[in-house]
């Protein structure tokens, strides 16, 4: 069946850093592939996606490549922000189905000023 | 647009008590879908509906009801409420056309169960 696996948190940086979360998955055929984003008290926001291998997701300074090779989608910000704290999940979508969503387990990550 | 709306926040119940979480979406989106969010486990899919009259089965449905008699809604029924069901509920709903559309999560439902 499919799987995602996000590096565990909790991550906390300083304003600036540069951020990577890792996600890996396991899936049938070719997934596409999200990273949504929780602000606290909120419910789940898509952030961007990629649907074919190569493609390059992009938004708010935040990029993720597709890598079919390592099935990989790690997630990169080069200066994060006060205001990027907040649980990041990937998920997959395989079979033509966007409905059934597999997640990771989610990361949250932490920006200090 | 309200976009995906859910009632009540917050709930707390008592073990063995039923009582129906309320999703309404005003996009016209076919697919719909509740998901539940625990600490280390991420989002299961409990059930999903692909349009009105249409549902079934995600990851973890046992101890769950749902319905879909219109488009705009889909609600989630605890027949006897359990401690294990204690967790944040997602409804989510998008479009069905094209593929890997963009879904939209409401703000969740935090439940107790005692």
């Known amino acids: 069946g499919n799987s995602v696996t996000q590096m565990e948190g909790p991550v906390t940086l300083s304003e600036e850093a540069f951020l990577t979360i890792n996600c890996t998955y396991t899936a049938t055929g070719y997934p596409s592939l999200f990273w949504y984003v929780q602000y606290p008290g909120e419910g789940l926001q898509l952030l961007l996606k990629?649907?074919?291998?190569?493609d390059k997701g992009s938004n708010k300074g935040f990029e993720a490549t597709y890598r079919k090779e390592t099935t990989s989608f790690h997630l990169e910000k080069g200066s994060v922000q006060v205001s990027d704290s907040a649980v990041y999940f990937c998920?997959?979508?395989?079979?033509?189905?966007?409905?059934?969503?597999?997640f990771g387990k989610g990361t949250l990550l932490t920006v200090n000023p | 647009n309200a976009g995906v709306t859910q009632t009540p926040k917050f709930q707390v119940l008592k073990t063995g008590q039923s009582m129906t979480l309320q999703c309404a979406q005003d996009m016209n989106h076919e697919y719909m879908s509740w998901y539940r969010q625990d600490p280390g486990m991420g989002l299961r899919l409990i059930h999903y509906?692909?349009?009105?009259?249409?549902?079934d089965q995600g990851e973890v449905p046992n101890g769950y009801n749902v319905s879909r008699s219109t488009t705009e809604d889909f609600p989630l029924r605890l027949l006897s409420a359990a401690p294990s069901q204690t967790s944040v509920y997602f409804c989510a709903s998008s479009y069905r056309s094209g593929l890997y559309n963009e879904q939209f999560f409401g703000p969740g439902t935090r439940l107790t169960v005692l």
């Open positions: 990629a649907t074919k291998a190569d």
């Open positions: 998920a997959l979508a395989s079979g033509g189905s966007n409905y059934k969503l597999t």
């Open positions: 509906s692909v349009g009105a009259g249409i549902t």
